[in-house]
C-alpha cells in the first residue's frame, strides 16, 4: 500500500498533489490510500479522508511500503522512525499551496545532505516515474536498520527554528 499524505493544514490544500497521485493510482497495480486535508478534489482511483485521530494515521504509516507526503519535517521524522521509504513533494508558493517556501527551502536541505530512503520530487508530474522504479526495484522493501540520531536530531533542530 502506498499512502499518501498533505498534512493537517486547513487552509492550503495540495492539488496538484492529489490530482496526479489518482491519476497514478489508476495506473498502478498497488493500493493508495490518500489524506487530503482540506483539497478540494475527490479522487477517483484512491481511498481517501480529510483527517484522522493520530492513531490511525499512524496506523497507515506503519502498514504502508512506501509514504509520499508534502515535505515537511513531521512526515520526514514519522517515515524514519518507522523505516519506511519515503517521497516527499514541497508545497511551492507560486502555485498558492502554501504562504511561504520553507517546504521548498527544507526539500533542497534534505537533497543537499543526502538522507537515505528520501526522495525529493519538485514536481508531481515526475512522481509516476519515481513511483515505477520503487515498485519494480528488487529492494522495495529495504529500509535503514539503524535511522540515524544525528539526522533526526538535525531535523528536530531545525523544526525548533521554524517554531522561534
Known sequence: MIFVSVGSDKMYGFLRLVKEMDEIAG???EEVIMQIACTKYMPKNAKFFSYLPYE???DYLQKAKLIIAHCSAGAV????????PLIV?????KYKEHFDDHQLEFARAIESEYIPNITV???PDNLQE???RFLNSEHQ????QNASKGIIGAIREFIK???R
Not at 521524522?77 to 519506511?84: D, H, N, P, V
Not at 513533494?89 to 508558493?93: A, C, G, K, L, S
Open 130 to 132: 519515481v513511483i515505477s
Open 121 to 123: 520530487v519538485y514536481e
Open 89 to 93: 513533494v514541497p508545497r511551492q508558493t
Open 161 to 163: 527554528t521554524l517554531q
Open 141 to 144: 522493501q529495504y529500509v535503514i
Open 56 to 58: 490511525k494515521y499512524v
Open 77 to 84: 521524522l514519522r517515515a524514519r522512525e518507522l523505516l519506511k
Open 27 to 29: 495506473l498502478i497495480n
